[in-house]
């Protein structure tokens, strides 16, 4: 059941294929009426999270759908960092990580990391968007 009462302003969709991108956004705009932010590299994605530069004044995410496969900063180089973050960085956000891959070591490491929330395989659906929300966010 979806339930969307939900207090979410806003989605941050980091991967490095900007036609996922684009599809991700085309989805969520769908299904929501949030913000969503779309951004190539692990990089962009924590000066967003910092509010570095030109996103100073963008809402802060809800959600971070993060691409674990991306040339130079990985999804994992990302979540070392995101952990040196504060934790009102963390409590404002849930991580879930996006990948094609089918190699079940990614499931246990995902498991092994307490920020990660959830891992999805791509292309995101409404579904696995609307679970992550109602397990997050009601």
């Keep these: ?11 941050l969709l980091i991967d490095d294929d900007e036609a996922t991108n684009f599809y991700h956004t ?8 949030v913000h969503i932010q779309s ?18 004044d ?23 960092k995101y952990n040196e973050l504060t934790k009102d960085v963390h409590d404002r956000s849930v991580v879930v990580l996006l990948t094609t891959s089918v190699n079940p070591d990614d499931k246990e490491r ?4 307490p920020v990660v929330k959830e891992l999805v395989n791509k292309p995101l659906t409404p579904e696995a968007f609307w679970k992550v929300v109602n397990e997050n966010f009601v």
């Design 39 to 56: 951004l190539q590299s692990a990089k962009e994605g924590l000066d967003y999270l910092l509010s570095k530069g030109v996103y100073a």
């Design 1 to 11: 059941m979806i339930d969307k009462n939900y207090k979410l302003d806003c989605v």
């Design 110 to 113: 995902a498991a092994t990391i």
């Design 26 to 33: 085309i989805i969520l705009e769908e299904e929501t009426g």
């Design 58 to 80: 963008y809402p802060q995410p809800g959600i971070i759908f993060l691409d674990i496969n991306m040339p130079g900063m990985t999804g994992w180089d990302f979540l070392v």
